[in-house]
C-alpha cells in the first residue's frame, strides 16, 4: 500500500485549503495527522472504510472536514478557517485491519510522506 499526499502550500488565516491523499491497495479506515515543529504528532480527523462514521480532533471541529471516494481510492480533507496554529505536516495514515476510526497514530501501518500546510 502506498499513500500520496498532494494539496499543502501557504495560505493567509482565514483562507482555506484542500488536501488529498491517493491511495494504491486496499485499506480500511484512513485519517489524516499533522506535526508541527518540536511539537508531537497529532491525531486531525479520522474516517471508516465506508466513509460514514468520522472522528474530528477538537482544535479543528467545525473547521476541518475528512471524506473518502472509494471509487478513485483518494481520501481528502477540507480545511477552512485556518489559523497559524494550524501549521504543520500533514500526513495521511491508512489501517489495512478492520477496526473503529482513530485519532491514534499507532492504530495506523500505512503513512504517506507528508504535505506541509503553512498559514500565516
Known amino acids: 500500500v502506498q499513500l500520496v499526499e498532494s494539496g499543502g502550500g501557504s495560505v493567509q488565516a482565514g483562507g482555506s485549503l484542500r488536501l488529498s491523499c491517493a491511495v494504491s491497495?486496499?485499506?480500511?479506515?484512513m485519517g489524516w495527522f499533522r506535526q508541527a515543529p518540536g511539537k508531537e504528532r497529532e491525531g486531525v480527523a479520522s474516517?471508516?472504510?465506508?466513509?460514514?462514521?468520522?472522528v474530528v480532533a477538537d482544535s479543528v471541529k467545525g473547521r476541518f472536514t475528512i471524506s473518502r471516494t472509494n471509487a478513485n481510492n483518494t481520501l481528502s480533507l477540507q480545511m477552512s478557517s485556518l489559523k497559524p496554529a494550524d501549521t504543520a505536516m500533514y500526513y495521511c495514515?491508512?489501517?489495512?485491519?478492520?477496526?473503529?476510526?482513530?485519532?491514534?497514530?499507532?492504530?495506523?501501518?500505512?503513512w504517506g510522506r507528508g504535505t506541509q500546510v503553512t498559514v500565516s
Open positions: 491497495g486496499y485499506v480500511f479506515c
Open positions: 495514515a491508512a489501517d489495512p485491519y478492520p477496526t473503529l476510526p482513530s485519532l491514534t497514530s499507532d492504530h495506523y501501518t500505512f
Open positions: 474516517i471508516s472504510p465506508g466513509g460514514g462514521y468520522t
